[in-house]
């Protein structure tokens, strides 16, 4: 696998992140690819020079430390060129008198954002020593002082990492300087095993199985969504700012301790069930959009030979999801779980190629929604155990105050959410990472943090595993009080959802139920030829009152009972029936259906006043079902209708301003369950007892319904 070549195509990951880097943020003040590596003099001292010396010769033994990648006109392609180790080759700072953690901290951004690499020239690693105190006036470091590593990422990845403090190490204990180590693969030598592999035109090759999987995969998707998931208008076509506001979290412990006991009794991975809830969240996010494509990385060091070797190995996967609203989030889960081991055994095809093998859009596109779960601290406990001896009494850890590479100002993504759980602990950290081009502030991150929080409290706290995705709600509880309540609504109106809600979670549920619904066509009723235009209407009415019969109750009621389902489903599910045979066969049903009694909220429940609603009920109903469908089918609707009858016809019907007439209101449905409870509802007064008496109808020619 050792070659002598020091010229040939980039890899796909370098061409990758050159091509991102100067598509979309070249135009950035910042710089969105450095790779921090903040060390620490824990104890003894370690002369600067000794430093830059074993730093030199890290260099020299890896050459992908000193490899330009640059866009090659004559060829028309991206290539990579080994160069040799001169002092333009890297960066190398002394820095005196950072005191104050003020001091520190601001040093310490500046390394993660600035612009100090020239990737095309080969500089692409930097080294940064800090001496804390202004008094040092010697050429050391000694304890509380800083070594900062900063690696463009087109050279280096999170698996580089170990790799590289040891080489560092083992070169401050070489007696003399030492040339390169040719006898062990390279890098470059990576990429020419990468192009064999792509190159290889067999039927069953590693990379035709991929490409076929992946044909599979993304069949059909529209490619738009990738690159838009959350939508903008300011947004401009390509150039991003590369700035960002980063929101950091612990979820809390009841509810880990239920994903936990969740995905061990259903035999699912953390990532599969972590994966499942973002997807949750963007489900309710993008207004129920139900086609979803979220981006996730993989090292792609499967082969032993390379699993030690400094370079760019990380590939971008596409999870692409068709959520079923009317699913459970169970279901999502062991959707994603198979999904999930499959994406892993094609992992090795480029990103870019998976993208142009569909033919559809750019190879270059960047997606918007990005996916990460660390199984293990990578951030804080892998860099904080590590301890390097740099010389006789001298050695340095990994130093943190605030993971640099995840809390940096810096985002890739429109969204990203990066889940880092210690089964140890166990504890789980987020990072939820948003793009300043859309989400504009940082409470507009936090809102968003909480708001995911609160799908997971739901999912695992209040048992909604077996509930359908749609009836989760983004909202707030305080929220859907506020909604509920103008005069404590404390949500700006107006603004789309990444800075509040584009429209509320009940708006969006009844345009859900009611799309494609003709709201203003009435039920083809037989005696339609009779109606009088609505001017003419007299608004009398005649009203019938009718008894089952003693037989005819009981069985429904003994049907009910047995089959455990409410007596108003039965009752609806029959009178849908109805309407389906004396409209002569119509499938698409909708009435309205009287809410008697919208108390909500406990406090209303002592109050006098009118607390009614009316509420569309609309049955999609399948002719060859049998009444036990039926009967599901219906009592699924009304139950997810009455959870959001609270919602006020008006605010439903303002959706839909063109309509003049809305039909459905013609036909209705009330179901009114009465307990003859007289004792417990008498009423004293003095020493008279007062007990409510039966409702009756009165039969009149003037009566108005």
Known sequence: MVSDRTKILASSAQQRIYMHENLYFSASDFSVYNYVIPLIIKCGSVSIEHIRF??????QQHTVLRTAVRFNIMRNEIEQNILPLTEDTYSFQHSRGVSTLEQLNRLLTNESIRK?????????LRCHVVQRSAASNDDSLHEGDLILFVIHHIAFDLSSYKPFLKAFERACWANEYQQSMLTIPQYIDFALYEQALLADTSVESKMNKARRFWANLMHGYDWNKIRYLVPDKDRTDQHY???????????????????????SINNVSMFSLSLACYYAFLFKLANHSDDLCVVSSAANRSDKEIQDMLGMFVNLLLYRVKIEPNNTFKHLVKQIQPLSKEILLHSSLPYQQIIEFQGKRENNVLPSAFFQYEPLKLAVTQKNSIELTLSEGSVISGYYDRDLNHQNGISLFDISLTIIHDHHTPSTECFLNCSVDIFKHQDDVDLLSKRFQHILSQLFSFSMLEESIHTLSILLPT?????????????PKGPPIHQQMSMSEESMFWLDVLHDYKLDQPLSLPFDRYRLANEHRS???????????????????????????SLEHITFAIYFIFLFKLTNGQTDLCIAMNINDNRYRDELKSIIGLFENVIPLRCQLDPHWSFHQLLEHVGEITTNSIKYSYFPLQRILEQY???????????????????????????????TQLVPGSSSFNDNEDEIP
């Open 657 to 687: 301003p063109h309509i003049s007439k809305y039909a459905f209101l013609d036909t209705s449905l009330e179901f009114i369950s009465y307990k003859s409870d007289n004792d417990n509802n008498a009423i004293m007064i003095g020493d």
């Open 116 to 124: 100090y690499f020239d990737v095309e020239n080969g500089k692409v």
């Open 539 to 565: 608004g009398r009415g005649t009203s019938i009152s009718f008894d089952l019969g003693q037989d005819l109750s009981h069985s429904l009621l003994t049907h009910a009972s047995s089959n455990n389902i």
């Open 54 to 59: 074993s730093l030199v010769s890290v260099i």
């Open 241 to 263: 700012s590369g700035r960002g506001h980063t929101t950091v979290f612990t979820i809390n412990q009841d509810v880990i301790d239920a994903m936990m006991l969740f995905a």
């Open 479 to 491: 929220e859907q009080i506020s909604l509920l309540d103008p005069s404590t609504c404390t949500i």
